[in-house]
């Protein structure tokens, strides 16, 4: 039992992304690149890349063969499926997750569970993104999600989670992925009585449109 909030990416994420993406240093703005791009930038160096456009689709699907963690200090819960769906700006990196979801959870006892975000597309998480070094420009990237808001239902109870800001790791590429790692939620007061005070979340997700992203 344990709630999310994510891509990023996330997942874009979230993840997500969930998603997603923001200013590549406190003075200039991320240029997001993909070989499915429409506008010429000289910050794109990815052979074949061009800036995206704005605004720019993105979805991101649990990478295959993995699953999506939230880890308490009672209970943990894994999801074997998990999506990620938002938009961005090629030229500014800012955008929005407007949808995370999640399937096949179970808890640490073999009970099933369920699993609802508040990403949608009237409740939007506000996305950014940097390099993930200011003033190295290789391609990858850290996500920055804010109002992050969820939970799991499992049948020890419901855990409701938030956190103001969570980030993410966005490796640039043929796909990209982009991976959260022990992200840290906390519990709101409406969860379950024995809810823990705080969850982490890991997952690693796949960008799967467009088909290559940069950071840049």
């Not at 994510?6 to 070989?35: D, E, F, H, K, R």
């Not at 939230?70 to 209970?75: A, E, I, K, R």
């Amino acid at each position: 039992m344990k709630h999310l909030k994510i891509l990023g990416p996330a997942a874009v994420a979230a993840l997500a992304l969930m998603a997603a993406i923001g200013a590549a240093s406190a003075s200039a703005n991320a240029v997001i690149c993909s070989t499915e791009g429409t506008i010429v930038n000289a910050s794109c160096t990815a052979a074949g890349s061009k800036q995206l456009p704005n605004p720019a689709t993105f979805d991101a699907t649990l990478k295959t063969g993995t699953v999506a963690e939230l880890t308490s200090t009672f209970d943990n819960v894994k999801c074997t499926s998990s999506t990620v769906k938002g938009t961005t700006s090629g030229a500014t990196g800012t955008g929005s997750i407007e949808s995370m979801t999640f399937g096949g959870c179970t808890d640490s006892f073999g009970g099933a569970c369920t699993a609802d975000t508040s990403a949608s597309s009237t409740n939007k998480w506000p996305t950014t993104a940097t390099t993930t070094t200011a003033g190295v420009h290789n391609g990858n990237g850290i996500t920055h999600t804010s109002n992050i808001t969820g939970k799991f239902s499992c049948p020890i109870g419901t855990c409701r989670y938030t956190a103001s800001t969570a980030t993410t790791h966005l490796t640039g590429g043929e796909p990209a992925t982009i991976t959260a790692t022990k992200v840290t939620l906390n519990r709101e007061e409406t969860s379950t009585f024995g809810c823990s005070a705080t969850v982490t979340w890991s997952g690693t997700y796949t960008v799967t449109s467009p088909s290559s992203l940069w950071i840049y």
